[in-house]
């Protein structure tokens, strides 16, 4: 069994998972609706306050599917309660980030300005000029929405400049040595 999937997800007050035909979830809480397409497969049940995902059989693509779907719910039954954020610091001389409306305008050493919009769902803030966060209910595309954010400019391993994860540590590498 899956040490994943066998675990129920609680479902606190105010959150309601309805499956409908097609193994279609739709949970609805406090900051919003997600809906998502669960694998044919693998059985979704709501019962006591919990929901329950089984799988059929022992096969390899049901026991791969089974984990995976307890996970897209919980992660479902978290976004609409608590939701997700995802932060990102600039780091460079003169690199910066400003918010434009909705939009978020980033300075980070190119000829242009790079003005980046929201996906449906996720709103931009900057805090400080060298940070961003995103905050939405789906972590996939709050999470996304972040990797393309830091695509513009990744971490460089010399000087350690351009957009990074909050925490996330840049291997570097040393320069050439002197005589």
């Not at 049901?62 to 976004?79: C, D, P």
């Not at 961003?132 to 513009?152: F, L, M, T, Y």
Request: proline share 7%; hydrophobic share 40%; aromatic share 4%.
């Amino acid at each position: 069994m899956s040490r994943i999937g066998k675990k129920p997800v609680p479902i606190p007050a105010g959150v309601d998972i309805a499956v409908a035909e097609d193994n279609v979830v739709t949970v609805k809480g406090p900051l919003g609706q997600l809906k998502q397409q669960m694998p044919q497969a693998i059985d979704i049940s709501v019962e006591d306050g919990q929901a329950l995902v089984a799988r059929p059989s022992d096969a390899k693509e049901h026991r791969s599917l089974h984990g995976l779907t307890r996970s897209l719910l919980a992660n479902m039954v978290e976004g609409v309660t608590k939701g997700y954020v995802r932060n990102l610091e600039i780091v460079g001389v003169g690199y910066r980030a400003a918010l434009q409306g909705k939009d978020i305008n980033l300075t980070i050493g190119y000829s242009h300005p790079v003005v980046i919009q929201p996906p449906q769902g996720v709103e931009f803030e900057v805090p400080a000029p060298n940070r961003i966060s995103i905050k939405g209910i789906d972590k996939q595309v709050v999470s996304q929405a972040a990797a393309e954010i830091r695509a513009v400019r990744k971490p460089e391993p010399y000087l350690g400049k351009g957009i990074k994860y909050e925490g996330e540590q840049v291997r570097r590498i040393a320069g050439k040595a002197g005589k």
